[in-house]
């Protein structure tokens, strides 16, 4: 099943961070192995805030990353992986949202090394509803999925892009499966401006008689303008197809660029890693100036 509609414009963010990086001089070893560290300066509208990426974000395993400070009056306390490919760009760049059950860490090692195969820098936080790694801040444990405390992460994990100084800014995507899908649906459309193209697996929003809950609602999609590829499993028993079909249906009211495949016979987590999605997410944003 595949449903698509085309024309898009694309319109970058309005929202600049001063860009000073600071590189951290000699190698630290830790566990047997090289770490180096680059800092940002505190500048601009997060003074009082600190990026600090631990690795080599070249390497297998990819660097880890915190961001602690107070953005527009907002408390941050994040933590993600980094993953890039070999260079100095500028590079297009991912922004991953994992789903529940995961971390950051857990997703990027499924998904990212394709992704940077393919040329992109994945960038991958932890969000409320991540396990096994401290929840941080804005929110709770209480605000899994699409909240407003995982919308402000999304957001503040993209700008943090900026600050790496080989990331293109007009070229981020947006991927994310189940919770991490949910969540993308209301950072896109709360920040339109932030992502030039979106993709998720497991998701969609919910009817309007669920007044409440981690998959987002209508109203909160209503605001995305990017285009958008949908993949679900008809086998899904965790996030039902309507979901997504419901999604799908209110992006072709609002037209917008998209497309809906359902895989059959294919669970909730089978969608996750499939092949044939991963090769549509690639054509995907081939098609859509990524690449």
């Not at 402000?152 to 990331?167: D, F, K, P, Q």
């Not at 072709?252 to 909730?268: I, T």
């Amino acid at each position: 099943m595949r449903n698509s509609t085309r024309g898009w414009g694309v319109r970058q963010s309005r929202w600049v961070f001063g860009l000073v990086i600071a590189l951290a001089a000699g190698a630290l070893q830790a566990c047997g192995s090289g770490m180096s560290s680059v800092r940002s300066s505190p500048t601009g509208p997060d003074s009082s805030g600190a990026f600090v990426v631990s690795g080599n974000p070249e390497s297998p395993g990819g660097a880890t990353w915190t961001f602690r400070g107070t953005v527009d009056g907002v408390m941050y306390d994040l933590s993600g992986v980094l993953l890039k490919p070999p260079g100095t760009g500028p590079f297009p760049a991912v922004v991953l949202s994992h789903g529940a059950d995961g971390s950051a860490a857990f997703f990027a090692s499924l998904i990212a090394p394709t992704m940077v195969q393919w040329g992109l820098v994945c960038i991958a936080p932890n969000y409320t509803h991540s396990t096994g790694v401290p929840i941080g801040a804005p929110g709770d444990a209480s605000q899994p999925g699409a909240s407003q405390a995982n919308v402000l992460r999304a957001h503040m994990t993209h700008e943090l892009l900026r600050r790496l100084g080989y990331v293109d800014m007009a070229r981020v995507a947006l991927h994310g499966h189940s919770m991490g899908a949910y969540l993308d649906v209301a950072a896109a459309g709360a920040y339109p401006n932030d992502f030039r193209v979106a993709s998720h697996t497991g998701g969609g929003v919910r009817p309007d008689f669920i007044v409440a809950g981690p998959a987002p609602s209508p109203t909160q999609a209503r605001g995305i303008r990017i285009p958008f590829q949908l993949h679900h499993g008809d086998a899904d028993t965790t996030v039902p197809l309507s979901y997504d079909q419901r999604f799908d249906s209110l992006l072709a009211a609002m037209s917008v660029p998209h497309e809906l495949f359902v895989y059959q016979g294919k669970d909730h987590l089978a969608v996750r890693l499939d092949p044939d999605m991963l090769a549509r997410v690639h054509a995907w944003y081939t098609s859509h100036g990524m690449f």
